[in-house]
T-cell receptor, first 115, second 109 residues
Framework: IAGITQAPTSQILAAGRRMTLRCTQD?????MYWYRQDLGLGLRLIHYSNTAGTTGKGEVPDGYSVSRANTDDFPLTLASAVPSQTSVYFC??????????????FGPGTRLTVL | GQNIDQPTEMTATEGAIVQINCTYQTSGFNGLFWYQQHAGEAPTFLSYNVLDGLEEKGRFSSFLSRSKGYSYLLLKELQMKDSASYLCAVSDSNYQLIWGAGTKLIIKP
């Protein structure tokens, strides 16, 4: 593994189903993030984690949950998917969430369609 | 509220120069980032500015004026592979990145 991986690459999901998007990084970064990207809108932060064992809500957290049991993994769960959650989801990480220079590295993304 | 503004789309000619502007209003400022995103791919880091002035990196330069809440990304000697979206992001008072919607740059031969 080099950098950040995400799985699955894409998924079509029936509304009401539960879905977990996986994210793993091997850079030993402290901070991790989940974004969604929709056409015409900027990246919007869903949830973040400044360090293993802690999580926080971003701009659009409703309908999503996360956990951070260890440094490397940061799964995103949709408890009951709705069509408005159709989007491209990016996981990102940075060395620190508490410094000016917090360059974020992105995974390849998961394209999710909820029907 | 927090706001990042960039043009939606720009067109330029191969070999030319293009300037992509970004204006911002955020709660606090801890630096401004530019990222490049090719269609269907992840964003990748281009530049970072925290002090006023110009940062040059090869064909790409980025400028910041904190008093004006303004930045631009300058791309020189445009190549077809520069066709991509360019994302402006500001690190706010909580060190969270606030993202603009991106500028789609189309390069024509």
């Amino acid at each position: 593994i080099a950098g950040i991986t995400q799985a699955p690459t894409s998924q079509i999901l029936a509304a009401g189903r539960r879905m977990t998007l996986r994210c793993t990084q091997d850079m030993r970064h402290n901070a991790m993030y989940w974004y969604r990207q929709d056409l015409g809108l900027g990246l919007r932060l869903i949830h973040y984690s400044n360090t293993a064992g802690t999580t926080g809500k971003g701009e659009v957290p409703d309908g999503y949950s996360v956990s951070r049991a260890n440094t490397d993994d940061f799964p995103l769960t949709l408890a009951s998917a709705v069509p408005s959650q159709t989007s491209v989801y990016f996981c990102a990480s940075s060395d620190s969430s508490e410094s000016s220079y917090n360059e974020q590295f992105f995974g390849p993304g998961t394209r999710l369609t909820v029907l | 509220g927090q706001n990042i503004d960039q043009p939606t789309e720009m067109t330029a000619t191969e070999g030319a120069i293009v300037q992509i502007n970004c204006t911002y209003q955020t709660s606090g400022f801890n630096g401004l980032f530019w990222y490049q995103q090719h269609a269907g791919e992840a964003p990748t880091f281009l530049s970072y500015n925290v002090l006023d002035g110009l940062e040059e990196k090869g064909r790409f330069s980025s400028f910041l004026s904190r008093s004006k809440g303004y930045s631009y990304l300058l791309l020189k000697e445009l190549q077809m592979k520069d066709s991509a979206s360019y994302l402006c992001a500001v690190s706010d008072s909580n060190y969270q990145l606030i993202w603009g919607a991106g500028t789609k740059l189309i390069i024509k031969p």
